[in-house]
């Protein structure tokens, strides 16, 4: 299965996609998405003063106002 970076406060999200077979990795600095299929981010602090610097060639699902179901799909969908 695929390796997953998932925001530290995503918990219900982390718990999903290691039930379906992920390696699912904290992300607390940039240095942990190195390596990563696909992340995903609580959209809290996105862009922050419009700067954004690209660290994984995957995937970026930003997890505002999806459950953890939404997510896993979305998952599967862009991994695919």
Not at 12 to 19: G, I, Y
Not at 23 to 30: A, I, N
Request: proline share 1%; aromatic share 0%.
């Amino acid at each position: 299965m695929a390796r997953i970076g998932v925001e530290e406060t995503l918990s219900d999200v982390k718990a999903a996609l290691t039930e379906l077979g992920h390696e699912v990795v904290d992300l607390r600095s940039e240095a942990d998405a190195a390596g990563c299929d696909c992340c995903i981010i609580s959209g809290q602090d996105k862009d922050v003063m419009g700067i954004s610097n690209a660290v994984i060639s995957g995937p970026v699902i930003n997890a505002q106002g999806c459950n953890a179901e939404d997510i896993c799909d979305m998952v599967n969908q862009r991994l695919s």
